[in-house]
């Protein structure tokens, strides 16, 4: 296995890749506090079944491509098949490393190619001279923030309108880097 500068998609390899996307029996609940002039969020955990599939098509395909241009996402290969991504927007304006999208093949999947690449995310964060890393996650997919949790990020941010989907909320994760 190895994982090198992601260069550009070609095609949609994740019509090979299996499931695309994610199954949980826990998902985070967000509900607000509202106090006089002021307000807060609150994050709790709940059990509760929740699926959701990903359509990778041509459009975002496309869109993957123009962060890929900027030379700092990574793909992972297996005798020189792409089974897995990380595709990461430098964001100048706050001078962060911005995770757009994490997919590996589900044959793949629990072989720790997701920590790897982020160590490769971090080191090119460092290079870059990044304050930090950041990404967003649905409240829902509970594996994915115990995932990024794991891997020191913590939630610092909420936004309830994101998605059409009202179950969803987005939760905004970061890693402050330190050079």
Avoid: H
């Avoid at 994050?43 to 962060?67: A, C, F, G, H, S």
């Amino acid at each position: 296995m190895e994982i090198k500068k992601l260069e550009k998609l070609t095609f949609n390899p994740t019509i090979n890749w299996g499931f695309n996307g994610y199954e949980t029996d826990k998902i985070f609940t967000v509900s607000t506090i509202k106090m006089g002039k002021s307000f807060e969020f609150s994050l709790r955990e709940k059990k509760q079944y929740y699926q959701k599939i990903w359509e990778i098509n041509t459009e975002d395909i496309n869109d993957l491509n123009e962060i890929i241009k900027q030379g700092n996402s990574f793909g992972v290969f297996e005798n020189d098949e792409l089974i897995g991504w990380a595709i990461c927007d430098f964001r100048k304006w706050n001078n962060s490393l911005f995770i757009e999208n994490i997919l590996i093949d589900e044959k793949f999947r629990g072989q720790n190619i997701g920590r790897l690449l982020i160590k490769y995310i971090n080191r090119k964060a460092r290079e870059l001279q990044c304050r930090m890393i950041e990404l967003e996650v649905q409240n829902t997919n509970y594996p994915a923030i115990q995932f990024y949790q794991k891997a020191g990020f913590s939630i610092t941010g909420i936004n309830t309108k994101l998605y059409k989907d009202s179950s969803e909320t987005a939760l905004f994760m970061s890693f402050e880097v330190f050079i």
